[in-house]
């Protein structure tokens, strides 16, 4: 095997590995967007915030139950910070 002959298929192999890494990395970056939970806010959520904000003012009292629920358009998102109702009543 000549010197020219090796540095040639050294060169295909490392073309070969390179092409293969960049298709490996197309591949597995990959995620369909329906499995893809975007924390964004909408068009008016800020102003929608703030004026309910500004509506209520919460009086809360010695003795109180507090319970309070996250909710967003995709459940999985906001299950991270529900806990399930027997936790939060063990929990106290």
């Given amino acids: 095997m000549s010197a020219r002959s090796f540095r040639q298929d050294r060169v295909v192999l490392v073309e070969r590995v390179a092409l293969l890494a960049v298709l490996a990395s197309i591949f597995t970056g990959c995620v369909s967007s329906k499995n893809l939970a975007l924390f964004q806010e909408g068009p008016n959520t800020t102003v929608d915030s703030l004026s ?24 999985e998102a906001s299950a991270v910070f529900n806990l399930p109702e027997s936790q939060a009543m063990i929990q106290g």
Wanted: proline share 8%; charged share 10%.
């Fill in 52 to 75: 309910i904000a500004q509506q209520y003012t919460p009086r809360v009292q010695v003795g109180d139950v507090l319970s309070i629920t996250v909710s967003s358009l995709n459940p």
